[in-house]
């Protein structure tokens, strides 16, 4: 993730003169913005059952995407013309569909699965691009909290997990006439970590208590988003 910023910057500034940056360089900005987003996210997840002697008899896969609308916030520092550091806070839970097992399980039940990633947080650079006025590109890495919510017959519960990945996006920023204000456009991609969870079963044991419940995992990659970006902002010390 380091190189790809590097090299973003190093492409971006190296068309930039030294007279027109130099300038800049002691000038500061904070930027504060809203926005609303829409993303269309995607993942693959293998599901792995043993029976009491911890050996694998089921195993099967899923690929599944689906769109959720959401809001966030964020703050940057302005650094010069060119070049700003950004944090992103998404205060509203993005929200898979729940997906209903195709048949029931040992207590005669069908499972219910969904998962909310929460407190997605991003950090990343902001570079305006020179000769095109008002496009930006950014990259940066992302955090997030998987809370996994089931409904089982069995009992049994998956643990929560926390995963994190980067970020790249490309957009376009116009201040509205001569105030601090303005708006933006926003297009983006982030892929996340490969996550892993099960169902707290220990391998090669039976829990008897819970209908006679083996252990099961989960294992989910892939994890990616194309996300469309629309924000108010908001710029003391305009350069």
Not at 135 to 160: H, P, Q
Not at 178 to 203: C, M, P, Q, W
């Amino acid at each position: 993730m380091k190189k790809i910023i590097t090299t973003i910057a190093f492409i971006a500034l190296s068309t930039v003169s030294v007279k027109a940056v130099g300038p800049s360089l002691g000038m500061f900005s904070v930027t504060a913005g809203l926005a609303a987003n829409q993303g269309v996210f995607g993942a693959s997840a293998t599901e792995t059952t043993e029976n009491g002697a911890g050996v694998v008899y089921q195993k099967k896969t899923e690929h599944g995407v689906f769109t959720d609308g959401y809001t966030s916030q964020f703050v940057e520092l302005g650094i010069g013309n060119w070049v700003s550091l950004g944090y992103e806070h998404t205060p509203d839970s993005i929200t898979t569909p729940t997906n209903t097992t195709r048949q029931n399980d040992v207590n005669g039940q069908k499972a219910n699965v969904s998962v909310d990633f929460n407190d997605m947080n991003t950090k990343y650079v902001k570079l305006n691009l020179p000769y095109f006025t008002g496009m930006y590109i950014k990259a940066g890495s992302v955090e997030t909290d998987l809370d996994i919510k089931e409904v089982m017959g069995s009992g049994s519960t998956y643990a929560n997990k926390s995963t994190s990945g980067s970020m790249m996006g490309l957009g376009y920023s116009k201040f509205i006439k001569e105030t601090g204000f303005g708006f933006r456009v926003e297009t983006s991609y982030l892929e996340l970590d490969n996550v892993t969870t099960n169902n707290g079963i220990a391998k090669g044991t039976v829990n008897a208590a819970v209908g006679s419940v083996n252990h099961n995992e989960v294992a989910a990659k892939n994890l990616e988003g194309l996300q469309a970006k629309i924000a108010l902002t908001y710029t003391f010390g305009k350069n």
